[in-house]
T-cell receptor
Framework: DAGVTQSPTHLIKTRGQHVTLRCSPI?????VSWYQQVLGQGPQFIFQ???????GRGNFPDRFSARQFPNYSSELNVNALLLGDSALYLC???????????????FGQGTRLTVV | DAKTTQPTSMDCAEGRAANLPCNHS???????VYWYRQIHSQGPQYIIH???NNETNEMASLIITEDRKSSTLILPHATLRDTAVYYC??????????FGAGTRLTVKP
């Protein structure tokens, strides 16, 4: 079985541009979460989607948005890129979302975004 | 989610047990303790989780104190490939996993 797949693996963008990152969850998983990991720090929660609805949002500006499609894949969009948006963007999929936690999240390898 | 506290770094000799502590003194009764690790430049990898009882799987053992205020992840026979950052997380659901800085474990030959 394929794991969580993210595309692209690496991306270089210029300040002010827009970027779209993509994630395909493990087959059968309906929950997708997005995290930002700046160098030297732990991942920071951005969004969670479950059954195509937003179920959670972290402390990120409105420049960050996401959506989940009927096939449960997801896109993370970032507008008006800043140098500080340079980070590893991680996608995680899991079976359940807000129910009592008894299942793990599976992470993709991430998309390395560099803003110049 | 309850806040967790972990040492910044630890060393372990190859073949010996690695014991990684985590404090979660404000954990609530329905929050699980989860452990993930992240090897350089890869996505975090699930290791183990538990609520009250000690747990063991093919990767590690998790020992949770009776008052649930702390726990220890045990890698019974550490190898060089276990060198990674280990994150302890206390959470009720995976709506917002707060990773913190984790413990950087270095396994030395």
């Amino acid at each position: 079985d394929a794991g969580v797949t993210q595309s692209p693996t690496h991306l270089i963008k210029t300040r002010g541009q827009h970027v779209t990152l993509r994630c395909s969850p493990i087959s059968g998983h309906k929950s997708v979460s997005w995290y930002q990991q700046v160098l030297g720090q732990g991942p920071q929660f951005i969004f969670q989607y479950y059954e195509k609805e937003e179920r959670g949002r972290g402390n990120f500006p409105d420049r960050f948005s996401a959506r989940q499609f009927p096939n449960y894949s997801s896109e993370l969009n970032v507008n008006a890129l800043l140098l500080g948006d340079s980070a590893l963007y991680l996608c995680a999929s899991s079976l359940l979302a807000w129910k009592p936690m008894n299942t793990e999240a599976f992470f993709g390898q991430g998309t390395r975004l560099t803003v110049v | 989610d309850a806040k967790t506290t972990q040492p910044t770094s630890m060393d372990c000799a190859e073949g010996r047990a690695a014991n990684l502590p985590c404090n979660h003194s404000t954990i609530s009764g329905n929050e699980y303790v989860y452990w993930y690790r992240q090897i350089h430049s890869q996505g975090p990898q699930y290791i183990i989780h538990g609520l009250k009882n000690n747990e063991t799987n093919e990767m590690a053992s998790l020992i949770i104190t009776e008052d649930r205020k702390s726990s220890t992840l045990i890698l019974p026979h550490a190898t060089l490939r276990d060198t990674a950052v280990y994150y302890c997380i206390a959470l009720y659901n995976n709506n917002d996993m707060r990773f913190g800085a984790g413990t950087r474990l270095t396994v030395k030959p």
